[in-house]
């Protein structure tokens, strides 16, 4: 029985970081995502694995692994990160243009609510 194409516990080819094919990474291995569905965060440990699978639009893709041991909890919202993160929001969802809160992101392409830029390009 062969090996499945990226088992690499020991990192010999992939630069020294154990590889390991999708859904086959060992118990205790969690990507960021999957810590912070935890409550968790790395904490400034470094990638201890990767796990890559074909992509396809061909080539490879990793996702890198940090062991759960080593993590530690996220760190709370604080009123001044919570009243940041607010204003950058509705600073996303305000029109340049007419100045109004559009109720979504406004599209990064087009730079205005989808109510200008219909306008705009009725006149043009």
Not at 15 to 25: H, S
Not at 32 to 37: D, E, F, T
């Amino acid at each position: 029985m062969s090996r499945p194409r990226h088992w690499d516990p020991e990192g010999a080819r992939h630069g020294g970081t154990p590889t390991y094919p999708w859904r086959m990474a060992p118990a205790g291995y969690f990507t960021r995502r999957q810590l912070r569905a935890k409550g968790l965060r790395p904490g400034g440990q470094d990638v201890a694995a990767q796990i890559m699978w074909r992509s396809r639009f061909g080539g490879t893709r990793p996702a890198y692994l940090y062991r759960l041991d080593r993590a530690k909890p996220v760190r709370p919202m604080t009123p001044a990160k919570a009243a940041a993160l607010a204003k950058a929001n509705t600073a996303r969802r305000t029109c340049p243009t007419c100045g109004r809160d559009a109720g979504y992101v406004l599209p990064a392409h087009l730079g205005t609510c989808l109510t200008c830029a219909d306008h705009t390009a009725l006149a043009a």
